[in-house]
């Protein structure tokens, strides 16, 4: 599936909570999942945006060893290594941010802050809004 507008760059961390808005319209599911998508160093999301159903309540070292495996071959393929991977937590229940929704977070900290180059973001999808988890550092915005 091809992100809507990719060929129009991200500048900023509203911006990439903008964009995933628009991707997972409308932002409202039945189950857990997990969607992933990188953005290279000019703020344009690669034409690739990848779901995982069916996700645990807690991420387990399984999936997050899943998970840098698949960011390290799009990374290296698509991104010279380097890049934003941008996620989305998608759930049923009200958008307020629960204790599990700031575990995720704690757990990819854990997982990926020492284990990915490049940057890394997470947002949560649900009852039709998107907010932000874990926030794309500021750096990563290139100035024009």
Not at 88 to 106: H, K, S, V
Not at 120 to 131: F, K, P, Q, R, T
Request: proline share 9%; charged share 25%.
């Amino acid at each position: 599936m091809a992100p809507p507008r990719a060929d129009v760059p991200i500048r900023s961390a509203d911006e990439l909570t903008q964009r995933w808005a628009e991707l997972l319209q409308p932002p409202i599911f039945g189950a857990r999942s997990l969607w992933l998508s990188w953005l290279d160093d000019g703020g344009r999301m690669l034409p690739l945006v990848v779901p995982v159903d069916d996700v645990p309540r807690m991420p387990d070292r399984a999936m997050t060893s899943g998970l840098l495996h698949l960011h390290d071959a799009v990374s290296e393929e698509h991104l010279r290594g380097e890049g934003h991977l941008a996620m989305a937590l998608c759930r049923p229940g009200q958008p307020e941010i629960t204790e599990d929704d700031d575990e995720w977070a704690e757990e990819l900290h854990a997982a990926l802050d020492d284990q990915i180059d490049g940057t890394w973001s997470l947002h949560l999808a649900a009852a039709g809004h998107v907010s932000v988890l874990v926030a794309p550092p500021v750096g990563i915005w290139r100035r024009h």
